[in-house]
């Protein structure tokens, strides 16, 4: 079973930034796609970023283009979300998992999440 562990939210002003990871385990990280999701208050859990398997490919929700950079480590079975330039409207629990495509979107793979780490941006 894999088991995710998110962390590196905190409380940042507008224009700040903050570096996220999820540390997976299993033996076979490398062999899925990643992805970052992320849930406000009262609203439903979207999608943030995806990187392919190898890292070759990478993919983000427009709200956050330009902003935010996804990346992994295989070796160390993390995958990061570096965000900069973060908004009030970032605000929200991020959390990672592994994701496969279906049309244009990005669905968790293996049904299975973190806790969540908390994003908090103030204006």
């Known amino acids: 079973q894999v088991q995710l562990v998110e962390s590196g939210g905190g409380l940042v002003q507008a224009g700040g930034s903050l570096r996220l990871s999820c540390a997976a385990s299993?033996?076979?990280?490398?062999?899925?796609?990643m992805g970052w999701f992320r849930q406000a208050p009262g609203k439903e859990r979207e999608f943030v970023a995806a990187i392919t398997s190898s890292g070759g490919a990478i993919y983000y929700a427009g709200s956050v283009k330009g902003r935010f950079a996804i990346s992994r480590d295989n070796a160390k079975n993390t995958v990061y979300l570096q965000m900069n330039n973060l908004q009030p409207e970032d605000t929200a629990v991020y959390y990672c998992?592994?994701?496969?495509?279906?049309?244009?979107?990005?669905?968790?793979?293996?049904?299975?999440w973190g806790q969540g780490t908390l994003v908090t941006v103030s204006s």
């Open positions: 998992a592994a994701v496969v495509r279906y049309g244009t979107r990005w669905r968790n793979a293996l049904d299975a």
């Open positions: 299993g033996r076979a990280f490398s062999n899925y796609d």
